[in-house]
């Protein structure tokens, strides 16, 4: 596949944040058993793991505007264009030593995304799209699942956890889902929830609370390898309203309407 010079940017400063944290992934089972556990140490891997991708996207394009999870977000010069950057997704996975974690850059320009990169390091699976290109799982052209029941379907959503997120709108959700599915999945990396249903991996999606680093990469593979993705309102606002839903068009719909069925009487 052909890559444009940004988006080959994007890939690099990826694929080198990944290496770091493959090496700090590699001491946190070590520092389980520790008084002290891991969780410091995950924070500055997460932390040097953004510098890197920082430091190679400015250096690329020092006029971009950042925003990055662990960083005050730098407004560029540029106006126009703005990366978007999650150097670490995943974080609780990494920190237990599961292996299931990513790193997300996104590019926007005036507002739109239009370059996403996902890589796992743990698993050396590199998603990439661009806008108008289609979608890539290292060089494999990805397309969504064509399944067009729910009931043939394996949906993916995040999990409110301590401290986070409405548990008992989400337990109405879910109980929705299950009944009406083959199966639910619950990665631990929205990033890479969105790139199972570009795989078609997963057929569907679904999460709230979402920052827009957790999703703007995920959300253009999702788009370029033929799905649908929108907010709650069916609107296309995810990075802002932290909402997603997504599919093929007739798992897309449904799904949203399965979510959002009210709660029963009794």
């Known amino acids: 596949m052909a890559r444009s010079a940004l988006l080959n940017v994007m890939v690099q400063a990826a694929l080198k944040a990944g290496k770091s944290l493959s090496r700090d992934f590699g001491e ?16 500055q891997a997460d932390r040097k793991a953004e510098k890197i991708i920082r430091d190679e996207l400015l250096k690329a394009r020092p006029t971009y505007g950042f925003l990055g999870e662990e960083s005050e977000e730098i407004k560029g010069t540029d106006g126009a264009h703005r990366w978007i950057v999650d ?29 996403g990169v996902v890589f796992n390091p743990a698993t050396d699976e590199l998603y990439t799209a661009e806008r108008g290109g289609g979608a ?14 729910l009931s043939d379907c394996v949906i993916g959503c995040g999990v409110p956890h301590l401290g986070r997120g409405n548990h008992g709108t989400f337990l109405v959700e879910l109980r929705h889902v299950m009944g009406e599915t ?47 993705v929108s907010d709650w309102n069916g609107g296309v606002d995810m990075l802002n ?6 599919g093929n068009d007739h798992i897309h719909k449904a799904l949203a309407e399965v979510i959002k069925r009210p709660i029963p009487a009794r």
């Open 241 to 246: 309203t932290g909402a997603v839903i997504c």
């Open 182 to 228: 083959a199966g639910i999945r619950r990665l631990g990396s929205a990033a890479l929830d969105l790139a199972f249903v570009a795989a078609g991996r997963f057929d569907g999606f679904w999460e709230t609370g979402l920052s827009a680093w957790d999703i703007a990469a995920g959300v253009l593979l999702v788009r370029e390898a033929g799905g649908f």
């Open 28 to 43: 946190v089972q070590n520092l389980q058993v520790s008084v002290k556990g891991p969780g410091d140490f995950v924070s």
């Open 136 to 149: 890539f799982l290292n060089d494999r052209r990805l397309r969504v699942a064509s399944r067009r029941v």
């Open 87 to 115: 150097p670490l997704d995943g974080t609780t996975n990494f920190l237990h030593g599961i292996p299931i974690f990513s790193v997300s850059i996104a590019l926007e320009r005036n507002g739109e995304v239009v370059a």
